[in-house]
């Protein structure tokens, strides 16, 4: 399904953009983005601004118990995409990562990566970033090309500027806004129900949501045949508070199926 240059442009860059792959997922998405608002798991965590603006709902782990999360996430032809960007024989689901922007919402996604909060190591890893809105280039999502091969994991903190980890000795993240000029960002205009398929550790960020608008968008997370349990200095985000495993081990649970396998 996908070009071969298309793949090469996902190893070399860390990111990639898919025209209308979901598209037929979007209206049963969109309902299932009210169910979850209305009905939030345990990891659900919403920022609130300080300026009394709009929230910035998000959750996770959530892909099961909703319809329309379910039906793109079994139904579509995202974990053979998965497999294929990832150049690997499977793709198991790791998780998924709700983000809803409302109108006015003030809250800036700061530059990160997402390797460093997971309980996995790999190099085959795959994010799918979907709208269910349409996102001029001036608030869509932006990503640090081929910064995943810089060789570094970066310190992971919370969206609010606290470390998720205490005393975590790693590098922060650089100044992204200030070297601008020296890197090569990318980001698309989008419409619902495309995709920016990247690499978990393709550095990225999105602007605040000042418009009329709302920003609806799923964020689904795969990984490949050379996954592996990582420990790490606290709870990861998202948590797996009740999931036993050795550090190194196979990244197998029932928690994260394989959707695809290739003959």
Not at 16 to 42: M, Y
Not at 47 to 74: E, K, M, N, S, T
Not at 169 to 191: K, N
Not at 216 to 236: E, N
Request: net charge negative.
């Amino acid at each position: 399904m996908l070009t071969q240059d298309l793949i090469e442009t996902f190893q070399t860059q860390g990111a990639v953009l898919l025209k209308g792959v979901f598209r037929d997922h979007v209206e049963g998405a969109r309902q299932a983005i009210e169910e979850n608002i209305a009905r939030p798991s345990w990891r659900e965590r919403t920022y609130r601004p300080d300026d009394g603006g709009q929230a910035f709902f998000q959750d996770y782990v959530v892909w099961d118990q909703f319809d329309g999360y379910r039906a793109l996430v079994r139904d579509s032809d995202m974990a053979a995409l998965a497999a294929q960007l990832m150049q690997s024989k499977t793709a198991r689901v790791f998780h998924d990562h709700i983000l809803v922007k409302e109108p006015g919402n003030s809250v800036v996604t700061p530059w990160h990566q997402d390797q460093p909060y997971y309980l996995c190591e790999g190099r085959q890893s795959v994010s799918f970033w979907v709208p269910l809105d349409a996102i001029p280039r001036e608030r869509t999502i932006e990503y640090v090309a081929g910064s995943h091969l810089w060789g570094k994991d970066f310190k992971p903190q919370r969206f609010d500027g606290t470390d998720l980890f205490e005393n975590d000795p790693s590098e922060t993240v650089p100044d992204v806004a200030a070297l601008r000029d020296d890197l090569d960002i990318l980001g698309w205009a989008m419409e619902p129900g495309d995709a920016v398929a990247f690499n978990f550790r393709t550095l990225h960020g999105a602007p605040a949501n000042r418009s009329p608008s709302r920003r609806r968008v799923i964020s689904v997370r795969w990984v490949g045949d050379d996954a592996v349990f990582a420990k790490r200095l606290g709870p990861t985000s998202p948590a797996f508070p009740d999931l036993v495993f050795e550090d190194g081990a196979p990244f197998e649970a029932p928690e994260f199926p394989v959707l695809f396998r290739a003959d």
